[in-house]
């Protein structure tokens, strides 16, 4: 059993009515050999479970790199590091450790902990795309209720009207976040991620009321309206629009 199961095993599931500011949170990031789900494969993951009231004294981190059985493209490799050769060596096999990684989220889930990632349907797609490349049961299954997520990316696109880039090194800087670690580690990256939740709880005290039960139809919501006016902007300028949803929910 990971520290991570021993630690949600403790924990009563939360309520529906808890909010963003209040709830505990599950982060999650990986680094991949590409941007493919399916095709390419998730080389490093780490989990963080963190009690809002106690903040990083009291996280809870577990760490995963796996060999990915996929040739790491020359652009992942340039920004996150890893190469076939150091992946080979040092990595473990994906189906004990993709199942790890599935069930701590799943245990989560059934608490009624969200899981966090900054533009989070790409790594739960990655997830889901290797738990199917090694026959293991979908994240979908495992879980008792729909999955619950809570995307910084989509958060901050609402409540913030800022011009410039919004990647997580952008946004953690606007948000006045530190890092902790160098960014393109799975476990900085993280960490940075769920440090965001109470700098945007505090500034934007809408989002921070939102409830768990609301939470997922507020950002599908917010993300279709900032894929609308996205679209504009592209095709004033002769670009393809995105198509991409959510997580599907609002898919052209």
Avoid at 100 to 126: C, G, K, T, W
Wanted: proline share 5%; charged share 30%.
């Amino acid at each position: 059993m990971t520290e991570l199961l021993q630690a949600l095993d403790s924990i009563a599931a939360q309520s529906e009515d808890t909010t963003l500011a209040d709830t505990r949170i599950l982060g999650f990031d990986t680094e991949t050999t590409g941007t493919r789900a399916g095709s390419d494969a998730i080389c490093s993951a780490t989990l963080v479970l963190r009690d809002p009231a106690l903040g990083h004294d009291g996280d809870v981190v577990d760490e995963w790199l796996m060999n990915p059985h996929r040739p790491v493209s020359p652009g992942a490799s340039r920004v996150n590091g890893f190469t076939d050769e150091f992946l080979q060596a040092n990595g473990g096999e994906p189906v004990e450790l993709l199942e790890a990684i599935a069930s701590v989220i799943a245990e989560a889930q059934n608490r009624r902990i969200p899981l966090l990632a900054y533009n989070a349907p790409f790594d739960v797609h990655m997830l889901e795309g290797d738990l199917a490349r090694w026959d293991l049961k979908p994240l979908h299954e495992r879980l008792n209720d729909d999955l619950l997520v809570i995307d910084p990316l989509v958060i901050d696109r609402k409540v913030s009207h800022r011009k410039g880039k919004r990647t997580l090194t952008d946004t953690t800087f606007y948000y006045g976040v530190e890092p902790h670690g160098d960014f393109h580690d799975a476990t900085a990256d993280t960490i940075a991620a769920v440090d965001l939740v109470a700098p945007i709880a505090r500034l934007h005290p809408d989002a921070a009321a939102l409830r768990l039960d609301e939470l997922m139809d507020w950002q599908r919501t917010a993300h279709a309206e900032w894929k609308e006016s996205f679209n504009r902007w592209l095709e004033a300028r002769g670009r393809r629009p995105i198509r991409e949803g959510w997580f599907g929910k609002d898919q052209d």
